[in-house]
């Protein structure tokens, strides 16, 4: 067998980062089954108000970060592990309600 193909099969650090993959891939499924309600809840705020909730469009801002840290570690784009390893994706006030206002 080659070298290095053996020494990459017997990376501890190599399986943990796909143990990790496998965590986070169950974690995007349940975050994407959340996108869903909140687009449902979002409508029908939309409905009844006029507009999107604000909370709700907060939440959504860093849910969508979120997700998109998890397919970036998914992808090996980064080496940096989404929520609970890192801190929750910052949303800057401000923003939310900027794009609340644009509604």
Same mark, same amino acid.
């Given at each position: 067998? /080659? ?8 990376? %501890? ?5 796909? !143990? ?10 349940? =975050?994407?089954?959340?996108? =869903? ?5 979002? =409508? !029908? *705020?939309? !409905? ?6 604000? &909370?709700?469009? %907060? ?13 970036? *570690?998914?992808? *090996? &784009? ?8 890192? /801190?929750?994706?910052?949303? /800057?006030?401000? %923003? =939310?309600? %900027? ?5």
């Amino acid at each position: 067998m /080659d070298e290095k193909l053996k020494k990459n099969l017997m990376s %501890e650090s190599l399986w943990l980062r796909i !143990l990790y993959m496998v965590i986070f891939y169950l974690v995007s499924q349940v =975050a994407i089954m959340l996108v =869903a309600i909140l687009a449902v809840a979002q =409508a !029908l *705020f939309s !409905l009844v108000t006029g507009k999107p909730n604000l &909370n709700l469009q %907060e939440f959504s801002i860093g849910l969508n970060r979120y997700l998109y840290q998890i397919l970036c *570690f998914l992808t *090996f &784009n980064s080496d940096k592990k989404p929520y609970p390893f890192n /801190d929750w994706p910052k949303v /800057d006030h401000a %923003e =939310a309600v %900027e794009q609340y206002r644009n509604e």
